[in-house]
T-cell receptor, first 116, second 114 residues
Framework: NAGVMQNPRHLVRRRGQEARLRCSPM?????VYWYRQLPEEGLKFMVY????????ESGMPKERFSAEFPKEGPSILRIQQVVRGDSAAYFC??????????????FGPGTRLLVL | SQKIEQNSEALNIQEGKTATLTCNYT??????LQWYRQDPGRGPVFLLL?????KEKRKERLKVTFDTTLKQSLFHITASQPADSATYLC?????????????FGRGTSLIVHP
């Protein structure tokens, strides 16, 4: 049973380009979360999605960032017109139920984005 | 505002000793608290969850306590080993529009010396 998969593991973009980060949750999981982690900082929540729905995007920057979790296929975190400050590790996690119930989150290995 | 505090200084201990890590929080009352382990270049791995009505929870060499009066959780690793060296994160649920997303502290680095 494969765990949470993220790709690419490393992504290099120049300022102004677009970055697309993909996340396939664990089999049977329909809840996906995206976090960003800067060096020496904690995980910062960005967005929580269920299939075809954004449930909570309170941590998403208002501009340039978007996320989706289509009926078929992986969840995508999209960053348009990247800037150097977007350089970070982006982690995806999945769970089998709603977080209000204390569901365990299973994390992927992360995508390390470097903006030149 | 809501705050989660973990000691930013690395904890250095000798192999075989008990490591104790602290997580303090302010300005909210979480329904549960979780501890994760993160190794360099990897995603966090879930270790233990403790609910607000539980005082203590154990799993093999790990023990977690949850004091809702002090607003503090302690995470203990007994008989520590060099392989326990990692960063340990605590996470608390924060009600945000009803979705209760786990919010993470910055983590404390544990280094176990042979």
């Amino acid at each position: 049973n494969a765990g949470v998969m993220q790709n690419p593991r490393h992504l290099v973009r120049r300022r102004g380009q677009e970055a697309r980060l993909r996340c396939s949750p664990m089999k049977g999981h329909s809840h996906v979360y995206w976090y960003r982690q800067l060096p020496e900082e904690g995980l910062k929540f960005m967005v929580y999605l269920q299939k075809e729905n954004i449930i909570d995007e309170s941590g998403m920057p208002k501009e340039r960032f978007s996320a989706e979790f289509p009926k078929e296929g992986p969840s995508i975190l999209r960053i348009q017109q990247v800037v150097r400050g977007d350089s970070a590790a982006y982690f995806c996690a999945s769970s089998g139920g709603q977080p209000a119930g204390g569901q365990t989150q299973y994390f992927g290995p992360g995508t390390r984005l470097l903006v030149l | 505002s809501q705050k989660i505090e973990q000691n930013s200084e690395a904890l250095n201990i000798q192999e075989g000793k008990t490591a104790t890590l602290t997580c303090n929080y302010t300005n909210y009352s979480p329904a549960y608290l979780q501890w994760y382990r993160q190794d360099p270049g990897r995603g966090p791995v879930f270790l233990l969850l403790i609910r607000e009505n539980e005082k203590e929870k154990r799993k093999e060499r790990l023990k977690v306590t949850f004091d809702t009066t002090l607003k503090q959780s302690l995470f203990h690793i007994t008989a520590s080993q060099p392989a326990d060296s990692a960063t340990y994160l605590c996470a608390l649920d924060i009600g945000s529009g009803g979705s209760y997303i786990p919010t993470f502290g910055r983590g404390t680095s544990l280094i176990v010396h042979p």
